[in-house]
């Protein structure tokens, strides 16, 4: 049955996944036939997600390292699973329950009730990104499906896995090595989930802010001479205080203050170190006293130089707190609202100030010192910020300036608040602003597992990939703090830790092993906090793969081959992995990792639904097809670079897509059939010279594919299958199929039936559908073309120097005449004489021999050899001789040469304009990256534009 006209990717590729998935032609080990293994692990998205173009960009290029991995006939696995997403899966159900205002809170239910809840929904919704995947190619072994609550309390039948054992295991294990404890430290706390949340669910966003500047009295009315300098050490200014000034945007943590910082080399402050203010709220008689510190993370050029510490409520000021043995005063509750229990404020600031003297203190008596006054508790903090404005302000306390209005006159005595835009973080999911808070968390003691994972990278046992991010990496393990892994949710891997009446702990696999490490007498409640997801997914290659159970998997596949992941997850999953497999079971978990950035928009800018130019991948593949999609995701993944994606590559690619399906229908009209792989051996130059350039671009492709340069194979399989397959050898073959030689003939038919087939093979891991389709349709097969086996010839011996050097003679050739139209205009279906004055014997008799092919490519009616060449001829070189067209009577040379100068002014005053314009700082400084990439992008056209031109006209003036 004949080809179809196009190929409809709408509906052919749902049916060709369909019957791979019933072929099982992803099955772990499927189609091998070395000994030799291959194994990813996919990023498990969310239960929640949805594919987005990350996504898609990421799970194109690991799908095309395991289907070549697979053509190869290694043991392949690629390793598909969700993650149980904890805080995003609990809000998407309880937001799923409020629609039904019948429906019992997730706090009325409880636990358990709501758990239930969870499991369903996740039977119901789990698999929306899976099926997602699946409509984009991926090969995953789906049968093999992880989930990272598997196995869970509660879990059913068809999440039955032993992922929860195998995070249970490593905590327990972890924490009887003294790797895992328990402790008070400064975490994001979302108070709309309230949560603790990592840095990566927090989104610092630029908002209009406030700065407000506020006089902290030193203590009885002290005062000290503050003089102000210039930049050249001049006295500016210089007066008596009796108070020293501060700046924040956070008025409401003023309240927790522990002392004021300036740094040890500003001389404006060094008299009053070691001395005490008072904070500016409340009564003067019930003030609290803080002292004042020398320290170095003060900036003494910035604002008063001198600096708030609030340890519990700013990560800097929790630094600056423990170095110098600063109380830390937690001032809201779980919910963000100023705290309300506790003794009087009289009675806690009292208390307050005896240890900012030196008294002896211990953690559980600073942490129930509430230092809320009792106007303020109960409120939420911004509605207490609010407040305490005020009532600093009414008190005199706001630091005033002398303000011109716009009459022209003075008014004093204005309060000094700067109106500025400030970074504020919010949680990535409840969008309320996360606040910095001291809370009892687990942790792992990273310092002692980070060892292994610096060292496997630097002894080059791990590469990553750009070597560039090796820095971070290294920046990031050689400075790193403790991990927070305990979340305040419901959702997750429940810590199994257990406490007594007395509050000591017991660690156990389940509740009757920590029975017996308490005794039996002992009453036992359960943590109520679940595991970081970062935990869990932390523990992704060795749990996937059946550990802590000795797996035949295990044995096979680990640890893995290659990771593809984004960049900004480098150390929340990657160094992670990292260090729990080095620690759990002494192995690297991978032994490549490949970082790529964000997929932004055609003008380099964020994906964002406020700028409103998010792109569904669903909507492109729905509109061009998986394959245009993959390879577009492919072209633009060069190694380190900006992903750009531009809805025009897209239809370009699809046009690919189009111009093999052409060619395939060009060699099925013609006879040309697939011959089993075995190699043609033809006579005829063409076909020697198509072959060879079939071994170049394997070869190309196999080396970029194994140095992860998926653009430059993209690149060469572009150029060799639309420029060097379909442009040349269908066009240059037509001659041979016309040819009366039947032994001609059944040659060319067999080495582009063997040449359609190498494209096919080499284009599948980026396009799987379409040459898919196109290998099921040319011919019979013994195989699907997802296990055919790929190609091992070499470039050595199938190229023929001679029929390599011929044949390019005759394409430059008919480029250079095609180009001297062109730049001439000369009409494109005019046929033109072609004459020239001498040829060495070589290029004379190639010219002979290709001269058919020459003239009906180029447009040539006839050729001839002439002894001069005559005026209006325009000159074309090719190596051993020199060839003219004649065009005194086929074109108007003062009309063109009038239009080419005036298209060349125009080009030269918009290159003069943009050059302007990047050479202004302001314009490169205050415009929009975007913008000044665009502008350069444009300039290097004009300029190619204007290139084109100028030689044009010089051809002009030799005629």
């Not at 140095?707 to 420029?723: C, I, K, Q, T």
Request: aromatic share 10%.
């Amino acid at each position: 049955m004949a080809l179809e006209k196009t190929f409809d990717a709408k509906s052919a590729e749902k049916r060709i996944y369909e019957n791979w998935e019933k072929e099982n032609c992803f099955r772990a080990g499927a189609n091998a036939s070395r000994k030799e293994a291959y194994s990813i692990m996919i990023p498990p998205p969310n239960v929640t997600g949805v594919l987005h173009i990350g996504h898609a960009f990421n799970n194109t290029l690991q799908d095309i390292l395991i289907r070549w991995k697979r053509m190869q006939g290694y043991n392949t696995l690629w390793q598909p699973g969700t993650d149980h997403a904890g805080i995003a899966t609990q809000m998407v159900v309880e937001r799923e329950l409020a629609k039904n205002p019948e429906n019992q809170t997730r706090q009325e239910m409880g636990r358990n009730e709501f758990l239930k809840n969870v499991w369903k929904w996740k039977k119901q919704s789990g698999d929306t990104i899976i099926n997602q995947l699946k409509r984009l190619g991926a090969s995953c072994d789906w049968e093999r499906t992880a989930f990272t609550m598997s196995g869970a309390p509660g879990s059913p039948a068809e999440d039955s896995g032993n992922f929860h054992d195998a995070v249970i295991k490593v905590f327990v294990e972890m924490y009887n090595k003294g790797l895992i404890y328990r402790g008070k430290r400064l975490v994001n706390w979302d108070p709309h989930f309230e949560t603790a949340i990592s840095d990566l669910e927090v989104e610092n966003i630029e908002v209009a802010g406030k700065m407000w500047h506020f006089k902290y009295p030193l203590q009885n009315n002290e005062t000290y001479l503050h003089i102000e300098h210039d930049v050249d050490s001049n006295i500016v200014k210089e007066e008596i205080r009796d108070y020293i000034s501060i700046a924040t945007t956070r008025p409401e943590t003023m309240l927790g203050d522990g002392a004021i910082a300036v740094n040890p080399k500003d001389e404006r402050y060094a008299s009053i170190i070691g001395k005490y203010c008072e904070i500016p709220v409340g009564p003067k008689e019930h003030r609290r006293l803080i002292p004042i510190i020398a320290d170095e993370y003060p900036d003494p050029d910035f604002g008063s130089g001198a600096v708030k510490i609030t340890g519990a409520h700013d990560f800097n000021d929790y630094q600056v707190a423990k170095r110098n043995n600063i109380p830390l005063y937690r001032l809201m509750d779980t919910k963000g609202r100023m705290r309300n229990d506790g003794a009087p404020y009289k009675e806690a600031a009292s208390l307050a100030v005896n240890f900012s003297r030196g008294g002896e203190f211990s953690e559980a008596e600073i942490d129930s010192l509430n230092l809320v006054p009792e106007e303020f508790r109960g409120l939420d903090r911004f509605e207490a910020r609010k407040l305490i404005v005020d009532h600093i302000t009414d008190q005199g306390l706001a630091v005033y300036i002398d303000k011109e209005q716009p009459n022209g006159e003075h008014s004093g005595n204005i309060p000094f608040v700067e109106e500025k835009p400030i970074m504020q973080p919010f949680g990535d999911r409840s969008k309320v602003v996360i606040e910095p808070m001291l809370t009892d968390q687990w942790f792992v003691d990273t310092a002692k597992i980070v060892g292994p994972a610096l060292d496997a990278v630097k002894s080059g046992k791990v590469e990553i990939i750009p070597n560039s991010d090796k820095k971070t990496y290294y920046h990031w393990l050689e400075n790193i703090e403790p991990w927070c892994i305990s979340r305040q949710l419901w959702w997750g891997h429940q810590i199994p830790v257990w406490f007594d009446q007395d509050g000591n702990q017991y660690c156990a696999i389940n509740k009757e092993d920590a029975q017996r490490l308490a005794g039996s007498g002992a009453k036992l409640t359960r943590d109520p906090d679940v595991l970081d997801t970062w935990f869990s997914s932390g523990l992704w290659p060795i749990g996937t793969l059946g550990w802590p159970e000795e797996t035949q998997q295990m044995e096979d596949y680990f640890p893995t081959s290659t990771l593809i992941t984004a960049h900004d997850i480098l150390f929340f999953w990657v160094a992670r992995m990292m260090m729990m497999q080095l620690a759990v079971v002494n192995e690297i978990p991978f032994s490549s990792v490949y970082l790529h950035g964000l997929v932004r928009d055609a003008k380099g800018r964020k994906m964002s639904k406020s700028t409103g130019n998010v792109i569904d991948p669903l909507d492109i593949i729905e509109e061009y097809g998986a394959d245009s999609l993959r390879f577009t995701n492919a072209a633009m993944a060069s190694i380190g670079g900006v992903l750009k994606l531009d809805m025009q590559r897209i239809q370009g690619y699809r046009n690919f897509g189009t111009k093999l399906w052409n060619a395939a229908r060009y060699a099925e009209m013609n006879g040309a059939k697939p011959n089993n792989g075995n190699l043609p051996s033809p006579v005829e130059n063409l076909n020697k010279w198509i072959m060879g350039e079939t071994a170049k671009v394997l070869s190309e492709v196999q080396i970029s594919f194994e140095n992860f340069r998926f653009n430059d194979a993209a690149n060469a399989l572009y150029a060799f299958v639309w420029g060097k397959v379909c442009d040349w050898y269908v066009e240059l073959s037509k001659p041979l199929f016309s040819s009366s030689n039947t032994k001609v003939i059944a040659e060319t038919q067999e080495t582009m039936g063997w040449v359609i087939d190498q494209c096919l093979i080499l284009l599948h891991p980026i396009m799987p559908f379409i040459t898919e389709e196109l290998w099921s349709s040319l011919g019979k097969r013994s195989n699907l073309l997802v296990h055919e086996n790929w190609p091992n010839y070499n470039a050595l011996d199938l190229v023929d120097p001679e029929a390599d050097q011929e044949m390019n003679w005759v394409i430059s050739l008919i480029e250079n005449i095609r180009s001297a139209r062109q730049q001439m205009h000369v009409p494109a279906g005019l046929k033109i004489p072609l004459i020239y004055q001498e040829m060495t014997t070589e290029a004379e008799k190639t010219f002979e021999r290709n001269s058919i092919m020459i003239m009906k490519l180029a447009r040539i009616s006839h050729a001839e050899k002439s002894s001069r060449f005559p005026k209006g001829t325009v000159s074309v070189s090719a190596s051993g001789a020199i060839f003219g067209l004649p065009l005194a009577n086929v074109i108007d040379i003062d009309a063109e040469k009038n239009r080419l100068v005036k298209t060349n002014e125009k080009l030269i005053k918009e290159i003069s304009s943009m050059e302007g314009r990047l050479n202004n700082p302001k314009f490169v400084k205050s415009a929009p990256p975007e913008v000044v990439n665009e502008t350069r992008e444009n300039l290097e056209k004009r300029k190619e534009e204007e290139a084109q031109i100028t030689n044009a006209l010089k051809r002009l003036e030799e005629i």
